[in-house]
C-alpha cells in the first residue's frame, strides 16, 4: 500500500530531479491537490492510504510543474488575503506583494472603488469582501481576465456589489470614485527575458509588461485618473521597486499631489500614493 506521505516523498525527489527550487512544498500542494484536501490538513491524512485514483491526477501535476507551470494554475486557484480566487492562463497568479497594496486601501475610508487592470479580480473582490458597504468597479483590456474576475465576484458572493467593464486605462470611464486602485504591468522589456521561466512563460505577457521602460500605463493612468477621483479621493498604484521617483514625477506632472511611496515587508517601495492638488 502507498500511503499519502510516500505520495508526498516521491513527489519531491520528482521535482527536486525537475529542477525545482521550492520542490517540498509544490509536492504538498501538488498531492493535497491530487486527493483533493487542503494542504494546510495534509498532515493529518499522512498515514491515509495514496488512493490510486489520485496518482494519474498527480502524475500529470508533477509533470505540469516539472515543466515550470505556476502551482497556482496547476491547481487553479490562490489564496490572496485569506480568500480563494480562481486563476487561470490569462490572469496574472494574485502576488503576496499586492497585499500591501490592499493594507494601505484598508487603511482609507470608501464607499465607491476602482480596480484598474483588475486580472482576477483580486484586488477589488478582496476590498469589496473587507467593506461591506463598499461597491466597485474592475476594469481591464483583457475580456478573458474579466470574465475570470466575474467569476470569482460570483463564487465569493460579491456580484451585487463588483461590476466590471472592459476598457483601456482610464478612457470611456466616468467617476467619482473614493478610492482608485491599479497594479498596471510595470517590467520594462528588457526585463522580460531574465524572469522565472514560471512568469515568463506562463503568465500573460499583457499583464507584466507595457513594453518599452515599463512605466507605459503609469503614464496613461496619470493623464486620465484626475477627473475620475472624488475630491477627497485617493489613488494608491503598485509599482515595481525602483519606479518610486519616475511615478512620483508622472503622478506630479499630472497634477496630482504625492505622498510619501509606502514600502513592502521587506521594506522595498511598492505603492505609489496621490491625491487630487
Ligand atoms: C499586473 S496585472 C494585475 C492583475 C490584478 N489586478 C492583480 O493585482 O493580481 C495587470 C492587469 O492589467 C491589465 N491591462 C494591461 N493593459 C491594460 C490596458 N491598456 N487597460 C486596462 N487593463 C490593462 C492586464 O490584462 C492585467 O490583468
Known amino acids: 500500500m502507498i500511503t499519502v506521505a510516500d505520495a508526498l516523498r516521491a513527489a519531491t525527489a520528482q521535482l527536486t530531479q525537475a529542477g525545482i527550487a521550492a520542490a517540498a512544498g509544490d509536492a504538498r500542494h501538488l498531492v493535497a491537490h491530487a486527493i483533493g484536501l487542503d494542504p494546510d490538513r495534509l498532515t493529518l491524512h499522512l498515514t491515509d492510504r495514496f488512493d490510486p485514483s489520485a496518482q494519474a491526477r498527480l502524475q500529470a501535476a508533477l509533470a505540469a510543474r516539472a515543466g515550470h507551470q505556476p502551482v497556482s494554475q496547476i491547481i487553479g486557484s490562490r489564496l490572496f488575503w485569506g480568500r480563494r480566487f480562481r ?36 484586488i477589488l473582490l478582496t476590498l469589496l469582501a473587507e467593506r461591506p458597504a463598499a461597491s466597485g468597479l474592475g476594469t481591464d483590456i483583457s475580456a478573458a481576465a474579466l470574465a475570470l474576475a466575474r467569476a470569482n465576484a460570483a463564487a465569493l458572493g460579491l456580484a451585487a456589489r463588483a461590476r466590471f467593464a472592459r476598457a483601456d486605462w482610464c478612457a470611456g470611464l466616468a467617476g467619482p470614485f473614493d478610492l482608485i486602485v491599479a497594479n498596471p504591468p510595470y517590467i520594462a522589456a528588457a526585463e522580460m527575458a531574465g524572469l522565472a521561466p514560471e512568469v ?5 505577457h499583457l499583464a507584466l509588461t507595457p513594453g ?13 485618473v484626475g477627473p475620475l477621483l472624488a475630491p477627497d479621493g485617493v489613488l494608491l498604484l503598485e509599482i515595481g521597486p525602483s519606479q518610486s521617483a519616475p511615478v512620483t514625477a508622472l503622478l506630479t506632472a499630472a497634477d496630482l499631489r504625492c505622498g510619501p511611496t509606502l514600502p513592502d515587508l521587506d521594506g522595498r517601495d511598492r505603492v505609489a500614493v496621490a491625491r487630487r492638488s
Open 87 to 122: 486563476v487561470t492562463r490569462d490572469v496574472l497568479d494574485p502576488r503576496p506583494e499586492t497585499e500591501c497594496l490592499i493594507a494601505a486601501a484598508l487603511a482609507q475610508p470608501f464607499a465607491r472603488v476602482l480596480d484598474l487592470g483588475t486580472g482576477s479580480g483580486a
Open 200 to 204: 515568463r512563460d506562463w503568465e500573460p
Open 212 to 224: 518599452g521602460d515599463g512605466l507605459e500605463a503609469y503614464r496613461r493612468i496619470a493623464a486620465g
